[in-house]
Nanobody
Framework: VQLQASGGGLVQAGGSLRLSCAAS????????MGWYRQAPGKQRELVAL???????MYADSVKGRFTISRDNANNTVYLQMNSLKPEDTAVYYC???????????WGQGTQVTVSS
């Protein structure tokens, strides 16, 4: 499985961005998908996860501002980010889990920079 993330960029505080992550290869094996982020000097942290069904979870820091969604037909997961804050600045990574083996795949990361 290969994950290709896109949609990052530079935006002013209060602005919006939409990230996309498309899975290819043996994408039929994927169950949960999601987004993590890593800011400079910090550990990678969970942003949002979505199951192959309807289960969704968010980090407290993004609740009410970010929305994760998924297009199962196209094996794509999205992250709509609104009301962005400078502290949202990080490299955002897409993640997918193999339903059968539990193996976790990572995308290459996309930079999100929020200026104050």
């Amino acid at each position: 499985v290969q994950l290709q993330a896109s949609g990052g960029g530079l935006v002013q505080a209060g602005g919006s961005l939409r990230l996309s992550c498309a899975a290819s290869g043996s994408a039929f094996s994927i169950s949960g998908m999601g987004w993590y982020r890593q800011a400079p000097g910090k550990q990678r942290e969970l942003v949002a996860l979505i199951s192959s069904g309807t289960s969704i979870m968010y980090a407290d820091s993004v609740k009410g501002r970010f929305t994760i969604s998924r297009d199962n037909a196209n094996n794509t997961v999205y992250l709509q980010m609104n009301s962005l804050k400078p502290e949202d600045t990080a490299v955002y990574y897409c993640r997918a889990r193999n339903a059968r083996t539990g193996y976790v795949y990572w995308g290459q990361g996309t930079q999100v920079t929020v200026s104050s």
